[in-house]
């Protein structure tokens, strides 16, 4: 039901447009009441209002803490106009229809770390009574508290001559109670931050049902949060099936590990581990190489790349090859942007999501981990090194400082025990050669990574007709072994001299440094420091 | 400063107690202000009152939706006492000096799932205004929010004969914040579902800072949350350094290992991995047989167990053996007890955590992650298998039900792609005896897992001065290899059939399914699907 809006009561802190309402509202023969800041503002632009005082039958008192608190003004906004009428009329109460309020900012000061005295002062007591009265009634009273909904309550205003519908109403009253609360959310954090006490509070919205969690046994949903340094929270799916449970985690940690790379880059995941990850001239080389990181593994796979995905890049998947086997089959490629010729040809994969997304630079921040009954929150894990520090007598030759950081970003991507080995193509691009994740103990992880190396480089040198041990020799030499942690004990070092690994990094800190770096010298290899550790569990 | 109550108003919903704090008021001369319900009892308690009428000016009205809004009650509870008082005696206004008061049930009648109407009928405005007028004016003014903190105001009260500290306005004030952000954070998500949106808002408070996050480079922080089913809420510290970050990780980790195990069962987690687990007759054995599942990765592991610790279990450590490299390292060992004898034990080694934990049921309910800008949510993983459907033409045989369950947990806590393969002993135990973890493919946790299988059994068979590959085949024949997914190709298959495994089980869903049972028949494997996936990432 729509309902005439005869008198409403306007009392602003943010005065933004408000003489813009009142101008509507006085068009539709509607009353305007108003409080001290808010009326001197009507007044000087001619708006003829009723001052509350007149309603309240009380002065604004008290510095301001009270001005619109009274009997008169709660009745007229919460009696139910269905029932209460003959009450009302008795005791001389007149029904208020809308009230346009928003509330002292104080967000503001506690943002800029003001003093008690002032956080209190700017607690508005008077503002929240009327939004929550008039939300209370919703039914009879609509509600305003944020300006930028002025535009569409004006428009309903003047479609209607002067009414406001229902479903408005139910709107303004919803978000009204959402501004109360993250009102005094707001309020009741500075208080337990005055006390000493560390609170967080976590508001997720417009939550949609997922498919599915983890496993299809498991309802999940995804909700939003409006947060300025958000990763995720902005994507444009052009085509395919909604982004699963699992793609949305996993394209969570194919951005973290594409951040600090500025040449163009790809990398692949699954199982929330890049398994494939390059640095390269064009989005092709990239992918390529990633691709060569480990090609078994990349079937089913989440691709990201960081620059737009022309039709070179494109074509790499084999889409419309008549021979299915020769197609690559991956779950997502995600993008900047895609080029027209390259949608065309990658529609042709029905299931694949393709997905715009900018990629901004670092982000800063807190990241929050909920696990039973507790929160956990930490910095990010954004320093990939505090520059190196050189711990035997071989030096490392041939390492550049861009496959250096290159393969520390690996490493801090890939979930610990951690070891990613790197290499410096011809090209001078940079290309993960093996990676070993997720094992309890760093001499299996070694062996996986040392492993993927050996299979990757047997099989680029029977493509190009070379010896395949030589040529492995050869790439190994050359190559970067990034360790996440320090080695607890010398047997890996042994591993990565048996498979030819010359260079060495890691962020040290073990009891057993310098048995770790007597083996190095020992078997002559170059091992150096980098003094970060980057565990990711 | 102390503050003399020398009125107050009460207004409650509950009414739990509220006769006593009236009585303790009286009895320091205080004038008590009530309304209506709480009136009543008051009066037919023989407390003497003035009604709420005879401040605000005004009969209570509209159903009871205006009781107490009021110039003079609003007046009384926010004037500065130390600017305003010439202001508040011209216009007759008395300082009211504390507000006893709590708000309509809303969240009750939210979770009882009621109508539009009845929730809007339970938002308290009168009570919410007194609340946070009252706690804007703690300076001057007390408010006591919930019936559990009566008995500290009587104390309070009774000790400085009616009088309350500035300490103690504070703690209510902060108090009266975080119920009215509570309370409207309640009203806003019922308003967001009855519009169809969903949404949540979560609450952590008590954070204290930890030493640092996942690695030393990040600063970290563990919050509260006063949730019910909550695993990690309640915990206690026996010794040891305070918990990491990553160890209360591990230990969500290992506890839902435990929660379905009745027998005596011990879980060795590292890198929030499995890598150790058993069920036995006693903690001493499960504890050995878990060791004994990766004794290498087992150093620096947390351990968790599911009964108390006894002297022969802390004797498995041997931290008293005076050669250092026998002794048995470990971060953290939780339990729900430990007998004296074993701490004193375990106290040998200083920086040993001991946390007693009581080690409940199967958690019900959600899991929340948040990853940039959005959060996902998803209920438990907790449905084992949906029964066993035999694939094969050989049958699953020496495969017990416990074992099953079993094999099945463990898959379920492993990352994927998981894959576990446990036996059940002799004394018919049941013990995990290899597993892979976090590979980006399933041939290789199926090679990890296998490998480990072999270097545990060779060095059982040599300690038992067995023939290591006959008790390698002979066991492996027993075992029950348990996958968390699907196998997309045959490829694991064969490379179970080269190790001796004869049983698998695994959920099923490939498109290649038809082709992986013909594997498995070609090499007389026995193969069940389970029907649930149990990835975890």
Redesign the interface.
Known sequence: MQIQIKRALLSVSDKTAIVQIAEVLLQYGCEIISTGGTGALLESSGIKFTRIEEI????E???G??KT???NV??GL???RD??SA??EK?GIQPIDMVVCNLYPFNTFREAGAELETL?EN?D??G??LI??A??N??HVSVVTDPALYPQIIDELEQSRGKISYETR??L??EA??H??DY??G??LA??E??G????????????P?R??????????????S?NN?????YRSLQGKELS??N???I?SA?ECLKNQSRPSCVIV????P?GFASASSIKEALNLAWES?P??AF??IIAVNRSVDLATAEFFNFENPDRTKRKFVEVIIAPSFDNEAIQILSSSKNLRLIEHFFGKS?RGL???????????????E?LSKGLDLKTNEPLDDVSEDLIAFGIAAARQI???AIAVVRKTETGALQLLGMG?????R??STH?ALSRCRSNLYREASEKNLCCEDHFRFEMRKALLVSDAFF?FPDSIEECAISGIKNIIQPGGSLRDSEVIQMCNKLKLAMAFSG??????
């Open positions: 309240t039958g009380n002065p008192c008290f510095g803490r009270v608190i009274s009997f709660a009745g919460l009696f139910d029932k209460d009450e009302a005791l209190i607690i007591i008077g929240v009574t929550r009265a939300a209370k919703f039914k139910f709107c009253m919803r109670f959402n109360t609360a005094d959310s309020i009741a208080m337990d005055k006390h006490i560390d609170s967080v509070r976590l508001h997720f919205t417009e939550g949609t997922l599915y969690g983890e496993n299809p046994h498991q309802k999940a949903w995804v909700y939003k949060k947060e958000a990763v995720l929270r902005g449970y699992n949305l985690v996993d969570s951005i699954k199982h929330n581990n398994c480990d078994i593994s089913g796979s982000t990241e929050y981990r909920i696990i039973d009954g507790i929160m956990l929150s930490q910095e990010r894990d320093e979930k610990s025990n994740a997720g094992q309890p103990n001499l299996e996986l607890p970060i550790r980057h565990f990711k569990h």
